[in-house]
């Protein structure tokens, strides 16, 4: 894992509320921690929060913590502990501590006493329905529970017997005694535990009985010594409550919660939920699919850590929602790949081309810088010979106006080599093209300093004889815009098109290229090479992103 660096990261808030706690003594050293549910893998809208949480204690000298909030045994799972773990370390960010929240499972036990010896909390034996429906509304108050009154004695005893196993699940639940009619309906003698028979991934059967997340929460971030406990905006109302279970389980430590908004990304679902059940239901290739905004399915799509935590900072960090365009990721990767990927060529839909006047058995090779706008990257050679491929729309038997491709009698630069010019071209049983029949002009090699004429278009190609057979998986959104059938579920607004496979060829120096290497594809965009599908047979790309400029030259 890399070292900590110190890096300076905009302004915000939250930001601001540190550096104003420090100065004030209020806190002498910040401690933040993320702190994610282990039942599934991290997505784009969790990297936002490990930057702010991990840059923020970066910044200011603190400490960042990775805790698992392992509160609820049905859903999680060591998979995905192990996934989170891989995902935050992969985002460049180390952790201080690595905490689960079941391990504090007494303790937390032993402050709900805490609060049942004051008083403020009781056995219910109501049925979950019950509690709802006398919970109230906006606008009716509740109704106090039956056994509201019980004695301490017998609220000690009956919290035993929960913890003993004598209840099944839900027969019982510890409730804090606040305000039935509180105008906060979290304040309405909220559940603190219930019963729950299941195996716990870290605790294994130690225990029946399971802290809701509102009363384990703030126990967890004052057990770490956490001092600002960042969470997203919809928790705004539970902060009373978080205040109340520090103060009245007598807290050494007194964490304050702040919020900000969660990301939204248009065209993109970023709930655990919903991408598990893609992930069910078979609709994408597992968690790491690359069309899945998951972390795991970015780097698989060959996003790059550094354009992740760019994206992250760029957005920043607000108090109100608002919903980010997918293109913004976009730019961030190019920026990040721009001057680092090596600039080659692929054919995607590959034509023949036969250069009839180049002599056959000859190759020669040709120098082809790696990145245009980068020289340090140098030069590499490539072979070229009588036989090449081109993409299929680069010739058009009846090109439109402006076409400045290849047709017949058209000539074009083939990048990094010669002009040729279109002479013939062989039809099959279909009427399909199949072969182009060429000429190339010797005078006019690339770098040669030809000024003879020009051409308007300049294509890319590969050496037939030498090439490398590849596959290009090319990516669309997975899910439609949701505007178009507002009553569709998100599974009925799957894209068709989202994954889209070609065959094609590649140079052959890319017989080198290693899982996870990012390339340029001269006029396509930036591929990485599927760390899944890849083997020492079959070359498979994943496109990470078009070129912005477009397809036409
Ligand atoms: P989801 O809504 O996707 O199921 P979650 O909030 O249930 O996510 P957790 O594992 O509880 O998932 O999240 C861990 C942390 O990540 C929390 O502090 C949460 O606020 C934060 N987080 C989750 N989703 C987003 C998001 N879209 N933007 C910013 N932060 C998020
Ligand atoms: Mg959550």
Same mark, same amino acid.
């Given at each position: 894992? *890399?070292?900590?660096?110190?890096?300076?990261?905009?302004?915000?808030?939250?930001?601001?509320?540190?550096?104003?706690?420090?100065?004030?003594?209020?806190?002498?050293?910040?401690?933040?921690?993320?702190?994610?549910?282990?039942?599934? !893998?991290?997505?784009?809208?969790?990297?936002?929060?490990?930057?702010?949480?991990?840059?923020?204690?970066?910044?200011? +000298?603190?400490?960042?913590?990775?805790?698992?909030?392992?509160?609820?045994?049905?859903?999680?799972?060591?998979? !995905?502990?192990?996934?989170?773990?891989?995902?935050?370390?992969?985002?460049?960010?180390?952790?201080?501590?690595?905490?689960?929240?079941?391990?504090?499972?007494?303790?937390?036990?032993?402050?709900?006493?805490?609060?049942?010896?004051?008083?403020?909390?009781?056995?219910?034996?109501?049925?979950?329905?019950?509690?709802?429906?006398?919970?109230?509304?906006?606008?009716?108050?509740?109704?106090?529970?039956?056994?509201?009154?019980?004695?301490?004695?017998?609220?000690?005893?009956?919290?035993?017997?929960?913890?003993?196993? *004598?209840?099944?699940?839900?027969?019982?639940?510890?409730?804090?005694?606040?305000?039935?009619?509180?105008?906060?309906?979290?304040?309405?003698?909220?559940?603190?535990?219930?019963?729950?028979?299941?195996?716990?991934?870290?605790?294994?059967?130690?225990?029946?009985?399971?802290?809701?997340?509102?009363?384990?929460?703030?126990?967890?971030?004052?057990?770490?010594?956490?001092?600002?406990?960042?969470?997203?905006?919809?928790?705004?109302?539970?902060?009373?409550?978080?205040?109340?279970?520090?103060?009245?389980?007598?807290?050494?430590?007194?964490?304050?919660?702040? *919020?900000?908004?969660?990301?939204?990304?248009?065209?993109?679902?970023?709930? @655990?939920?919903?991408?598990?059940?893609?992930?069910?239901?078979?609709?994408?290739?597992?968690?790491?699919?690359?069309?899945?905004?998951?972390?795991?399915?970015?780097?698989?799509?060959?996003?790059?850590?550094?354009?992740?935590?760019?994206?992250?900072?760029?957005?920043?960090?607000?108090?109100?929602?608002?919903?980010?365009?997918?293109?913004?990721?976009?730019?961030?990767?190019?920026?990040?790949?721009?001057?680092?990927?090596?600039?080659?060529?692929?054919?995607?839909?590959?034509?023949?081309?036969?250069?009839?006047?180049?002599?056959?058995?000859?190759?020669?090779?040709?120098?082809?810088?790696?990145?245009?706008?980068?020289?340090?990257?140098?030069?590499?050679?490539?072979?070229?010979?009588?036989?090449?491929?081109?993409?299929?729309?680069?010739?058009?038997?009846?090109?439109?106006?402006?076409?400045?491709?290849?047709?017949?009698?058209?000539?074009?630069?083939?990048?990094?080599?010669?002009?040729?010019?279109?002479?013939?071209?062989?039809?099959?049983?279909?009427? +399909?093209?199949?072969?182009?029949?060429?000429?190339?002009?010797?005078?006019?090699?690339?770098?040669?300093?030809?000024?003879?004429?020009?051409?308007?278009?300049?294509?890319?190609?590969?050496?037939?004889?030498?090439?490398?057979?590849?596959?290009?998986?090319?990516?669309?959104?997975?899910?439609?815009?949701?505007?178009?059938?507002?009553?569709?579920?998100?599974?009925?607004?799957?894209?068709?098109?989202?994954?889209?496979?070609?065959?094609?060829?590649? *140079?052959?120096?890319? @017989?080198?290229?290693?899982?996870?290497?990012?390339?340029?594809?001269?006029?396509?965009?930036?591929?990485?090479?599927?760390?899944?599908?890849?083997?020492?047979?079959?070359?498979?790309?994943?496109?990470?992103?078009?070129?912005?400029?477009?397809?036409?030259?």
């Amino acid at each position: 894992m *890399e070292t900590k660096s110190v890096t300076s990261t905009p302004s915000n808030f939250i930001k601001n509320i540190v550096i104003e706690d420090l100065k004030t003594g209020k806190v002498s050293q910040v401690v933040t921690r993320f702190p994610p549910e282990p039942n599934g !893998y991290l997505h784009i809208g969790h990297a936002k929060s490990i930057c702010l949480n991990f840059e923020l204690a970066n910044e200011f +000298k603190g400490l960042a913590n990775l805790r698992f909030d392992d509160t609820n045994p049905v859903k999680e799972d060591t998979e !995905y502990v192990e996934s989170i773990k891989a995902d935050v370390a992969w985002l460049g960010f180390q952790w201080d501590g690595l905490f689960f929240a079941s391990d504090y499972f007494e303790e937390m036990y032993q402050r709900a006493l805490v609060l049942i010896r004051k008083g403020l909390a009781y056995v219910d034996d109501q049925t979950a329905d019950q509690i709802r429906e006398a919970r109230g509304t906006l606008t009716q108050p509740g109704t106090n529970s039956p056994h509201r009154d019980r004695s301490v004695e017998e609220n000690v005893s009956l919290f035993e017997r929960m913890r003993a196993g *004598e209840f099944k699940d839900g027969e019982r639940v510890l409730r804090a005694k606040i305000d039935m009619s509180s105008p906060n309906i979290n304040f309405r003698d909220p559940i603190l535990y219930r019963v729950v028979h299941a195996h716990h991934h870290n605790t294994g059967d130690t225990w029946c009985i399971y802290p809701m997340y509102a009363f384990a929460h703030p126990i967890e971030d004052a057990i770490e010594g956490v001092t600002h406990s960042i969470c997203t905006l919809e928790f705004e109302d539970q902060r009373p409550f978080y205040d109340w279970v520090i103060r009245e389980c007598e807290m050494p430590n007194v964490p304050k919660q702040y *919020e900000f908004a969660r990301l939204n990304i248009t065209n993109t679902v970023m709930s @655990k939920r919903k991408l598990k059940q893609l992930v069910d239901e078979k609709a994408v290739d597992g968690w790491d699919d690359p069309r899945m905004p998951t972390i795991s399915g970015l780097r698989r799509r060959g996003f790059t850590p550094e354009a992740i935590r760019n994206f992250a900072r760029e957005i920043g960090v607000a108090r109100s929602n608002s919903t980010v365009d997918a293109r913004m990721l976009d730019h961030f990767i190019r920026e990040d790949l721009k001057l680092k990927a090596l600039r080659t060529m692929g054919v995607l839909n590959p034509l023949k081309v036969v250069i009839t006047n180049y002599p056959e058995d000859q190759v020669e090779m040709l120098e082809a810088e790696n990145n245009s706008e980068n020289p340090e990257m140098g030069n590499r050679q490539i072979p070229f010979s009588r036989e090449i491929y081109i993409e299929q729309d680069d010739f058009m038997e009846n090109p439109p106006n402006k076409y400045f491709r290849l047709f017949p009698g058209n000539e074009v630069r083939l990048k990094h080599a010669y002009f040729i010019k279109c002479n013939d071209f062989v039809k099959d049983e279909n009427g +399909k093209v199949v072969e182009l029949h060429c000429t190339y002009d010797v005078e006019t090699k690339s770098g040669s300093g030809f000024t003879g004429r020009k051409v308007k278009g300049t294509i890319h190609w590969v050496d037939a004889k030498s090439a490398v057979p590849a596959e290009f998986r090319l990516y669309e959104p997975l899910i439609l815009d949701d505007s178009e059938d507002e009553n569709a579920t998100f599974l009925e607004n799957l894209n068709p098109n989202s994954l889209q496979i070609v065959k094609g060829f590649v *140079e052959d120096n890319m @017989k080198q290229a290693k899982p996870l290497d990012k390339f340029q594809f001269f006029r396509h965009g930036y591929f990485n090479v599927d760390p899944k599908y890849t083997t020492s047979e079959q070359l498979v790309f994943n496109l990470i992103v078009s070129l912005k400029s477009s397809f036409e030259v």
